[in-house]
């Protein structure tokens, strides 16, 4: 028997000034928990009945029939490596910190990509400030090839370049060291032939004019600094005053009497003429998200959402806000609410802000996100040490402890990933971190007292919200195994990964693009399953094809939502 809970509300029937007059449910959770012994009652019905049309609070019982067996279909689908990872270690092992690989030349190869979603890869970034169209196309075309014969569901983020300064492609050298007191010249020029030694070219035409002599350069936000001490026409002369290496493409800002000179920069489009083709090129690959580099204000997000949505009806592709500039801090709750995720973009960020704002800044993004319903990602420099090192330095595992203690959506690798000498083995440090710390966290019982003010527009919305609110904190207070979400467009299942509960949330959901889509948030183990109105026989059907595949067992404690029945069920897998 199951217990269930409903909120017999629909979007039509329901008094809006009944409910509001009580946010909670008319059923103390209490009292509930007290009739329900944990993990060992049976499926049973009880129905509470809410503010629904006959507003008296009548409980009202249901006839639905419960199916013994049911077919199991091939309509399913899962994750191979959450499966193998679920089948090994039960539910409350599975990592909810999701993690995002960087491929660049160290791992498009079809092998290492293969690795990398072993690993645990949730989502591929291609960073579209390096390589060609076509580069990226293969190694989408890779990434596909691999969810289709291995069972994987990695997505695919495509990032924008934006309009910021930096660096030529240093003539094809992988990289360049600059020594300390060495003149170097920056030029706007262009070369056909080698590039000059010591010469770097600029990607910016603006840049002689606008900096001046005594202006610092820093590049990728600090690891090389140079002084500017003499202009001739299109070239530059720099001092290099804290050595280091110069990658290709590497960003470059100037600072003047210790603050960004970021005037011409405001000017420049968020999103450049080459930005728009990239984005052309992602929408018609059909990339499961495209963040955007260097965004300013809201309009930009939801302009680019516009053009998606005229442009390709029917797609899915979620916009992330990447918060990596001083305007981006300015405007940060419209921009987050505009877009559909964020991203701590640490790497510029840091190169805008002093380094030693970053930390509270990365905390108050989180947060926010988390408080609006966005997924989050903490992105640049988590092992940084591990381009050239196979272990990371104590440090780097602190700040992953802390980025996964925040309860970020997700961990994303840059360079370690995308050209660094070991891949596999940084990701595998993310994710054994990331295992650790959660698990540690739980054991502990640190629910962090984290306000989440309701974020609802609708009354119907509200109504999801309090039932994803209070279906968290009865499966903490149940020990359940795991939470079961029927969502047909992802909703209800970030609802629920926004509270951060300490059982996994299995999402049912009918389409690929959602469930590549709810890869990056928290907690979420995604399905496809093709799924009814009749949650008796979603459920049969969800216990026969998981037991099946070994993924459930007869007994284990789970709790059910779904978007289509303002309904909580709490019952045992028969
Ligand atoms: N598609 C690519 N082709 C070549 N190199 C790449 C590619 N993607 C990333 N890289 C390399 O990996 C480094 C780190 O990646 P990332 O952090 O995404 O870029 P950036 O350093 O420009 O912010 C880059 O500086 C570049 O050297
Ligand atoms: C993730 C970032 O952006 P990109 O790697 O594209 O510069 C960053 O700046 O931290
Ligand atoms: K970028
Ligand atoms: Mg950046």
Known sequence: MSHVLNFLVSSSSCSPTTFATSKRPAFPLSTIRSRLPVKTFLRTKIIA??????????????????????????????????????????????RR????????????????????????????RINMCHGTREWHRMVIERVRRLNEDKGFAVAIMMDTEGSEIHMGDLGGASSAKAEDGEIWTFTVRAFDSPIPGHTINVNYDGFAEDVKVGDELLIDGGMVRFEVIQKIGPDVKCLC???????????????????????????????????????????????????????????????????????????DIAVI??????????????????SDGAMVARGDLGAQIPLEQVPSEQQ???????????????????????????????????????????????????GESAMGQYPEKALSVLKSASLRIERSWREQKHHEVIELPS????????????????????????????????????????????????????????????????????????????????????????????????????????????????????????
């Open 455 to 574: 974020i609802a527009s609708s009354f119907t919305g509200s109504i999801s919200e309090e039932i994803c609110n209070s279906t968290a904190q009865m499966a903490n207070n149940l020990e359940v195994d795991a939470l079961f979400v029927y969502t047909k467009n992802g909703h209800m299942a970030s609802l629920l990964s926004r509270c951060r509960p300490d059982c996994p949330i299995f999402a049912f959901t009918t389409t690929t693009s959602v469930r590549r889509r709810l890869n990056l948030q928290w907690g979420l183990t995604p399905f496809r399953l093709s799924f009814s109105n009749d949650m008796e026989s979603n459920l049969n059907k969800t216990f026969s094809l998981l037991k099946a595949r070994g993924m459930v067992r007869s007994g284990d404690l789970i709790i059910a939502v779904s978007d289509m029945l303002q309904s909580i069920q709490v019952m045992n897998v028969p």
């Open 321 to 338: 806000a990447k918060i990596e500039s001083i305007d981006s801090l300015k405007n940060l709750e419209e921009i987050i609410q505009a």
């Open 49 to 94: 009945a809410s503010a629904s049309e006959n507003g008296s609070g009548v409980v009202r019982s249901s006839a639905t029939q419960v199916h013994d067996t049911y077919n199991a279909v091939a309509d399913f689908e899962v994750d191979a490596v959450t499966e193998a990872e679920l089948k090994e270690n039960g539910f409350r092992s599975t």
């Open 364 to 414: 108050r993004i989180v947060q926010l996100c988390r408080q609006l319903n966005k997924p989050v990602i903490v992105a640049s420099q988590l092992l940084e040490s591990m381009i050239e090192y196979p272990i990371p330095t104590r440090a780097e595992v602190a700040d992953i402890s802390e980025a996964v203690r925040q309860r970020g959506d997700a961990l994303m690798l840059s």
């Open 97 to 124: 910190t999701k993690l995002i690989c960087t491929i660049g030349p160290a791992t498009c190869g079809i092998e290492q990509l293969e690795a990398l979603a072993v690993g645990g890869m949730n989502v591929a």
């Open 241 to 315: 005053t804290d050595p280091g290496l110069l990658l290709p493409r590497a960003n470059l800002t100037f600072w003047r009497d210790g603050k960004l000179v970021s005037e011409r920069n405001a000017m420049l489009p968020t999103i450049s003429s080459k930005d728009w083709l990239d984005i052309d090129f992602g929408i018609a690959e059909g990339v499961d998200f495209i963040a955007v580099s260097f965004v300013k204000s809201a309009e930009v997000i939801k302009h680019l959402k516009s053009y998606i949505k005229a442009h390709s009806p029917n797609s």
